[in-house]
């Protein structure tokens, strides 16, 4: 038993560093010069370390303004997101309402369906509404998802019946039941819906590249991709970028990851 146990922990750690290695490379890459970045054979610990890349960003390209633009696109969709997915989950949950499960049904039709294929309508449609290098045209399209409406509903049908009958009893509305009872006992769920948002948006490339012209409005995938010489990349200044960029999808999940798991323990597949 003590072997099996063994051998389990070393396949896991193999796996774990296998699937961390190109995040380390790259925390490495981004404190070395640039010659010892070209340098053959190429070596994983900077001869030097140095903070020229760091330093050097924030004058090569508007960091900052990518940056807080992907902060607004990613937490406005990830509020939006979690408000709208989480009231039409109730709906469909804990309501009885005609034709219910047929518009489940085609609100899960719609996960099949590639982002592409929306694409192009989706871009004239903004452009009609003159939202094409807004806010308003990064955040509003992105502001549900089936995927979140259908894990927490999921997760609201094993909340007991009791406690909204309870609630009725004492006069509350239906608005009432959900803010005050639904939502406060369904947190490890909210949470878990909100990392999924705000991770995929944070790293999303192809919207916000169809989307937005201007370095103005650019989010962060975007910006450090559009970031090379004519003849010459800095791969310093990119791999510095990217760590920047990762440290908040980091720092949110480990302040998350308690409510994370207890979200992905807690929804199952309950019809």
Request: one cysteine or more; a positive charge; charged letters at 10%.
């Amino acid at each position: 038993m003590k072997l099996t146990n063994s051998l389990i922990y070393i396949f896991l750690f193999i796996i774990a560093v296998v699937t961390l290695f190109p995040f380390i490379w790259m925390f490495f890459t981004s404190f070395k010069a640039e010659a010892d970045i070209l340098a053959y054979p190429p070596s994983l610990i900077p001869r030097s370390f140095s903070l020229r890349s760091y330093l050097e960003i924030w004058n090569s390209i508007p960091f900052f303004r990518l940056f807080v633009n992907t902060v607004i696109f990613s937490v406005g969709v990830t509020f939006i997101s979690v408000i709208l997915d989480s009231m039409a989950a109730y709906a469909f949950a804990r309501i009885d309402f005609p034709f219910k499960n047929i518009l489940f049904i085609i609100v899960l039709v719609t996960l099949m369906i590639p982002f592409q294929v929306i694409l192009i309508p989706l871009f004239k449609l903004l452009y009609e509404l003159n939202w094409l290098n807004t806010y308003m045209g990064l955040i509003i399209p992105r502001a549900s998802s089936a995927f979140g409406i259908f894990l927490l509903r999921q997760f609201f049908v094993k909340i007991p019946y009791a406690l909204e009958d309870a609630a009725r009893i004492d006069g509350c509305s239906e608005f009432t039941i959900f803010r005050k009872i639904i939502m406060p006992l369904s947190k490890p769920a909210l949470a878990t819906i909100a990392i999924f948002h705000f991770m995929y948006n944070w790293n999303d490339f192809l919207w916000p590249m169809v989307i937005t012209n201007s370095m103005s409005m650019r989010t962060l995938p975007v910006g450090l991709a559009l970031f090379r010489g004519e003849h010459v990349i800095e791969y310093g200044m990119l791999t510095a970028g990217a760590v920047l960029a990762l440290l908040p999808i980091v720092l949110v999940y480990l302040y998350a990851q308690k409510y994370f798991v207890q979200g992905i323990a807690l929804t199952g597949l309950k019809g």
